[in-house]
């Protein structure tokens, strides 16, 4: 990260990256993801399901889509983040729509009493252990509605006093409270946060335009929650990764540091 990102994801807790992806691989994976949403159910590849707002496993649908889980751009971020030793273990694409009313709540990783999420900062480094970049396709605009976050609540040190920021939680139109950021990133940015941040996510407001983004989660390859060491993704979603992506799903000792990880630039062998 340069010195700005640093001190501005160490303040904030997020970063938002404006033109990341390439107009090719922009238009690529838009292409791809109309597909999917076009796609009927048992036309979905194997292991991708419908359901709710998405499609769970949506990045492994087109290797456009897959080879932004080592976007040069956002690679060396999630390295750093995760002190050299990232793990991919989730990515579902998003399509949020209109259609549903209700927003999702504020929420964090650490909130309650698991203490296995971190962010930390030891000799200038930062250090998280649940990282997100959100890869967006569509455009959202001031007013649309979608992510917003509350900056610096990272490091926050108490709980969040119930019904302090959204006093009339029914009223999508009430105002933001002041501490809230309605993040509005464009088509081809990125936003990467620690899940320590809180955030939640306002109703879709536009009926003629959907919010199309990507959920890149990335842990720790040590780390393991309550159910221990197991594969991220089915078998047949395994089956078609590309050997880099499947390396990066890989658990890891603390020790070791990955081949890949020790390249910035990393292209898929498809
Ligand atoms: O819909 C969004 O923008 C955020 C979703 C979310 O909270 C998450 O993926 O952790
Ligand atoms: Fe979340």
């Keep these: 990260m340069t010195p700005k990102q640093k001190y501005l994801f160490d303040l904030r807790g997020y970063l938002h990256l404006e033109n990341v992806l390439t107009p090719e691989e922009l238009s690529n994976t838009q292409a791809a993801i109309e597909r999917l949403v ?23 649908a087109d290797k456009s889509l897959e080879a932004l889980t080592l976007h040069p751009v956002t690679w060396p971020i999630i390295k750093e983040l995760t002190w050299n030793k990232p793990r991919f273990n989730r990515g579902s694409l998003v399509v949020n729509t209109h259609e549903r009313q209700e927003m999702t709540p504020l929420h964090c990783a650490g909130e309650g009493f698991r203490w296995t999420r971190r962010y930390e900062v030891k000799n200038d480094q930062i250090f998280t252990n649940d990282v997100v970049a959100f ?61 320590m941040l809180t955030h939640g996510v306002l109703v879709w407001k536009p009926t003629d335009r959907d919010r199309r983004f990507l959920i890149l ?18 078998p047949e979603v395994m089956e078609r990764l590309s050997p880099e992506t499947k390396a990066l799903a890989a658990y890891g000792s603390e020790w070791e540091v990955k081949e890949l990880v020790k390249q910035d630039n990393v292209t898929l062998t498809v």
Excluded at 219 to 232: A, L, M, N, P, V
């Design 38 to 60: 076009q796609s009927a159910p048992d036309e979905l590849p194997p292991g991708i399901s419908r359901g709710g707002e998405g499609f769970s496993n949506g990045f492994s």
């Design 135 to 195: 890869f967006y396709f569509t455009d959202v605009y001031p007013g649309d509605g979608g992510l917003i976050v509350l900056p610096g609540s990272h490091k926050r040190n108490f709980k969040r006093p119930e019904n302090l920021f959204f006093p009339e939680p029914d009223n999508s139109d009430a105002p933001l409270h002041p501490a809230l950021v309605n993040v509005t990133p464009k088509a081809g940015d990125v936003v990467i946060i620690t899940e």
């Design 217 to 234: 989660r990335y842990k720790t390859q040590f780390f393991q929650d309550e159910r221990g060491i197991r594969e991220s993704f089915p």
